[in-house]
């Protein structure tokens, strides 16, 4: 069982920066690969990054690259997304996951709201 919880979004002006992080709970949280996910109105539930739970190789969608960071803290439990140039199109609500490595997502948070405003 793991329980995540997000935090740090809010509203940005376009150009701007923001830091997201997600909490976990349970005792084996290095075990677990972890991600990133937002969803968008009117829009499917897309990727924007994937740390692994070894090695900490990162993973980003390409409309990320460049501009968010994805990192982790195992003696924390805790996961964290660093947003820069933020662009409107940035704006949904942003799900942390975690899942074991070669398998799929098993837990989500509950999301937190990041609004670009232009």
């Known amino acids: 069982q793991v329980q995540l919880v997000e935090s740090g979004g809010g509203l940005v002006q376009a150009g701007g920066s923001l830091r997201l992080s997600c909490a976990a709970s349970?005792?084996?949280?290095?075990?677990?690969?972890m991600g990133w996910f937002r969803q968008a109105p009117g829009k499917e539930r897309e990727f924007v990054a994937h740390?692994?739970?070894?090695?900490?190789?990162?993973y980003y969608a390409d409309s990320v690259k460049g501009r968010f960071t994805i990192s982790r803290d195992n003696a924390k439990n805790t996961v964290a997304l660093q947003m820069k140039s933020l662009k409107p199109e940035d704006t949904a609500v942003y799900y942390c996951?975690?899942?074991?490595?070669?398998?799929?997502?098993?837990?989500w948070g509950q999301g937190t709201q990041v609004t670009v405003s232009s």
């Open positions: 996951a975690a899942g074991f490595p070669g398998n799929g997502w098993r837990y």
């Open positions: 349970g005792r084996t949280f290095s075990s677990y690969r």
């Open positions: 740390i692994t739970s070894s090695s900490s190789n990162t």
